[in-house]
């Protein structure tokens, strides 16, 4: 059994971490299992309930436990990394081995605002569709994408079903608009309470907010403006020199 080593100059607590890392990479705790209370890892590694609390207080934070009020701390699902290409939802939860879906909220044609047709790079009151829709992997929440295209490049957009589809497959079947190159600013934030409602989380939730132009050949085909929650998202990427 791993132990905790007294003489060792990495602080005790972040040894407890790699040891409970190491029970869930090899499922000795599974998903959804709950981690020996506080009491049992104090006796079991002669440690303080401060150094065990906070061993466990950091796996919560980076999402590897978590806790419910009442019963105890649990072994979190793992996140989703976020994929930082041009690739839609749909096909990024197919190579997962999930099942997309999506539900529309809202559908509907606007007049670009200076600040919209700006980044669409379209004239202030021009056409614009509005896409709303909770998108969903094997059933479960995970976003929220609100897209605006120009209706001058897909006109007709609203009268196609977009329920479990890709937005993408669509626009690059219908209309010939193939999405070849892409801006993304992400963000930090707090979902609002309709938004957090949506996604299943607790109101004050954290979530990732995506800002997406799109473009196909040269043209910015979409504006999407994505919530992603937090709890089941990670960024990562490829840092080089």
Do not use: N, W
């Not at 466990?56 to 436990?65: A, I, T, Y």
Request: charged share 30%; glycine share 8%; aromatic share 4%.
């Amino acid at each position: 059994m791993a132990h905790i080593d007294p003489d060792s100059p990495v602080p005790k607590y972040f040894q407890l971490r790699e040891i409970l890392l190491d029970l869930i990479d090899s499922d000795e705790l599974s998903i959804g299992a709950a981690i020996p209370s506080e009491r049992e890892l104090c006796q079991r590694f002669g440690l303080s309930r401060m150094t065990v609390r906070q061993a466990v207080d950091h796996l919560v934070s980076e999402g590897r436990l978590h806790r419910v009020p009442g019963k105890g701390t649990f072994v979190a699902r793992p996140k989703i990394e976020l994929a930082l290409q041009l690739t839609s939802f749909t096909d990024d939860m197919r190579a997962r081995g999930m099942i997309p879906g999506s539900r529309d909220l809202d559908r509907r044609i606007v007049r670009a605002s200076a600040h919209l047709a700006k980044e669409l790079g379209v004239q202030p009151g021009e056409e614009v569709h509005f896409i709303e829709r909770l998108r969903t992997a094997d059933g479960e929440p995970l976003s929220i994408e609100r897209a605006h295209i120009p209706v001058k490049l897909a006109p007709g957009l609203a009268d196609h079903d977009l329920s479990d589809k890709s937005l993408y497959e669509l626009l690059e079947g219908r209309y010939g608009l193939v999405m070849d190159a892409g801006e993304l600013t992400i963000d930090g934030g707090i979902a609002d309470p309709s938004d957090a409602d949506l996604l299943k989380l607790p109101r004050g939730g954290a979530v990732l907010l995506l800002q997406r132009r799109s473009f196909a050949g040269g043209v910015c085909a979409e504006l999407g403006v994505s919530t992603y929650r937090a709890d089941r998202y990670q960024l990562r990427t490829i840092l080089e020199p």
